[in-house]
């Protein structure tokens, strides 16, 4: 199973709305990390927030982390139409340096 | 500064044909190095990763290799492609750090026929 999933799944806004999802995970990690990925390319990496850290802001993204609940969220505030893209969450392990992925929420973004 | 690249961007390849799709890093050395698979609206599957020349860790069971043959060079290759081997692949390096974000290519829309 993944080890981060992503909460709703798919999301539209109106341009200017807030934008939230959720991330769960199993296992205890070293850090979790945001990442967006516009249609048919690669993943731009957004915000890294360590297991240590409850709360992360870049720009228009706030990242929270909430270790006791295994879970995160990323707020885009403001949002806009070029913010429309995927956004996944990723987990690396305490003693690893592998990335694993949620299936990611689509976020449509309506001007 | 650094880059990545992987080419070709689409690859239309029939069944049982083989396969090879490089991946390059400038601008770094020794960094780690990575191939995943995208299925259509889905996550990502780490298939490689490499933390050195020659040295490939294979995350699933599958139809797919890779080799590291130079520092900065990442081969994703099949001796038979399967209809199941369709999907978007990425490469990603990372800084040897344990631990930090990863840079991602542009991709490869790989359909096999």
């Known amino acids: 199973s993944q080890q981060g999933e992503e909460d709703p799944q798919a999301l539209s806004i109106q341009e200017g709305e807030n934008a939230t999802m959720n991330c769960s995970y199993k296992t205890s990690i070293n850090n979790l990390q945001w990442y967006r990925q516009n249609s048919g390319r690669g993943l731009v990496h957004l915000i890294l927030i360590r297991s240590n850290e409850r709360e992360k802001h870049s720009g228009r993204l706030r990242v929270t982390l909430d270790t006791s609940k295994k879970s995160s969220s990323l707020l885009i505030t403001a949002s806009r139409a070029a913010d429309t893209a995927s956004y996944f969450c990723a987990t690396i392990k305490a003693a690893g340096n592998k990335l694993t992925f949620g299936g990611g929420t689509r976020v449509l973004v309506k001007p | 500064s650094q880059t990545i690249h992987q080419w070709p961007a689409t690859l239309v390849q029939p069944v049982g044909s083989p396969l090879s799709l490089e991946c390059t890093v400038e601008?770094?050395?020794?960094?780690?190095l990575y191939w995943y698979r995208q299925a259509a609206g889905r996550g990502l599957q780490l298939l490689f990763y490499s933390v050195g020349i020659g040295q490939i860790s294979s995350e699933v069971p599958q139809n797919l290799s890779a080799s590291r043959p130079q520092d900065r060079q990442f081969i994703l290759s099949s001796k038979k492609l399967l209809l199941s081997d369709s999907g978007f692949y990425l490469c990603?390096?990372?800084?040897?750090?344990?631990?930090?974000?990863?840079?991602f290519g542009p991709g490869t829309r790989l359909t096999v026929t």
């Open positions: 601008g770094t050395s020794n960094p780690n």
């Open positions: 990603a390096w990372s800084f040897r750090d344990r631990g930090t974000e990863q840079y």
